[in-house]
């Protein structure tokens, strides 16, 4: 449950403003007036244009850019999505689980009651099945004997395992690779992952160990009192089901990662979240649910075909939820971190509008309402870019005009993340871009 890696149908229209001022040149070369004076090429960035509300954006002919019409198709047309791509690494396709914990947990009997429930769910099979993966069975619990010191690291945990599955206990078999060993650990045990402590930085992770011949894969789940807006018993199935999807998906993430990682096209996406199917979806409000078939609190994670299809890509789809985004057309070829990717490209300083097209799968009760904010903010890092719309609000088939002004640059990336929202009626959507300078 934590990310520690660096946290086309449609016409493309971006239009990008030049460094030294002028009119402003779109993509297939030809220009366009300049803004009115005092909009998009002050020295204070158009401030006061946009603490005025929404303006209407000159466009080509004379008139203003076309915001398109509401239309009855859903989802109206618009870039693809996101997915997440194999990187050649196995999947375990029959998984068992089995749950490991220690002395001094009041949880013992309802952890492996949850271990025995999940894999069988409807909630498992639509966060697995489209990967390969069958339903996970239930392998013999382990209440280990020995006391935990306050403070474990990952290099421990390894060690432990490779002690545990070399043979010589009777218990705990031999190393197994179809096998997820879940470490369960009691309250007052602090995990330290290459520095990062947990319930600070993270509620679990998984990875792998190279037992003997074999390489198993784990998953680490410490008992957090809170975490992620979670109490209690919730924070430890919601980080189970988030790291056992994965660990079955994605087993051996450093040495043969499978779905490890969002297509190049859209980089930024996988970079910014941590890339695996249930990081795609953990900062997405309705993430954590109960479903119907399973009395736990648990993840929703990243289906590929739901994205392609223009559904909630955080499967299982919700009921009677009508998904609904609002897609930055970038069909510009940039470098990040090395990867060929889509962005818009726009020297610091300078500004350049992109489109949003609007999309849903069915009739909202309303148009959404949309802004945008940069990725660098959200790490506690500085303002790197500023925003401002011709229109804040929209519906299915309609398109919005958004300007992107590149106060500075964010060093993590080399560029500039950014994160268009989408809300209405407290449900919020995320679509991300990539500005290079």
Known sequence: MTSLRSAAACVPFVLAASACGGGVSRGDGSSEPPPPPGALDRADGGRELREAGPQPIPGPDGGFLDNGAPSNVYPAPHPSMATIVSAGGSVIREPRIVAITFPGDAYRATIEDFVRQIGGSKYWAANTAEYGIGPAVAAPAIRATEAQPSVVDDTAIQRYLRTKLDGTNAEWGTADESTIYALYYPPGVKINLQGYMSCEVFGGYHSEAQVGSKTIAYAVIPRCPTFADLHGFDVLTVASSHEFIECANDPRPFTRPSFADSDDDHAIWGLYTGGETGDMCTFNKGAFYTPDDLPF?????????????????????????????????????????????????????????????????GPTSGP??????????????????????????????????????????????????????????????????????
């Open 297 to 361: 609190l648990v993840q929703r994670s990243w289906s590929n075909a739901a994205a392609i299809a223009g559904h909630d890509p955080c499967a299982p789809a919700l009921p009677n939820e009508v998904y609904f985004n609002s897609a930055a057309v970038l069909d510009e070829r940039v470098l990040l971190e090395g990867r060929a990717t889509k962005g818009v490209t726009i020297p610091v300083g300078g500004r350049a509008l992109v489109d949003l097209a609007l999309y849903s799968d």
């Open 368 to 437: 959404w309402n949309v802004s945008a904010h940069d990725l660098s903010e959200d790490v506690g890092g500085p303002k790197v870019l500023d925003f401002s719309f011709d229109r804040t609000r929209g519906v299915n088939g309609e398109r919005l005009h958004m300007t992107i002004e590149v106060l500075g640059v964010d060093a993590q990336f080399g560029g500039e993340g950014f994160v268009v929202e989408s809300e209405l009626n407290g449900q919020t959507t995320y679509w991300y871009g990539f500005v290079a300078n």
